[in-house]
């Protein structure tokens, strides 16, 4: 089972703040596959989940970029890396502001 929070499940806080940082970006992917992902795929489903955050994120927190995606100029796209293979597996959904 997956636990993100900012508390480690011993109850302690975080180790550090930068620690603190990355949890709170994931956090909402995490609590999002939850709604739907069976135990046994919520590690999976968690990892897209942050996948296509970090995409809306990315257009949200930049005009230059969103005005880019808007002219044609740029494609967002959401992929993610496989350390096993090396491999980077494209998603299927596309970042919101896309089209």
Known sequence: MIRVSAISSSGDKMPSRNLEAIVDKISPAVTQAKTYAKPDDLLEAAVKENVHQSAKDVL????????????????????EYQFDSGAVARLNSPASGQN
């Open 60 to 79: 949200a927190n930049s005009e230059i970029l969103r005005d880019a995606v808007k002219a044609g100029k740029l494609t967002v796209i959401e992929a």
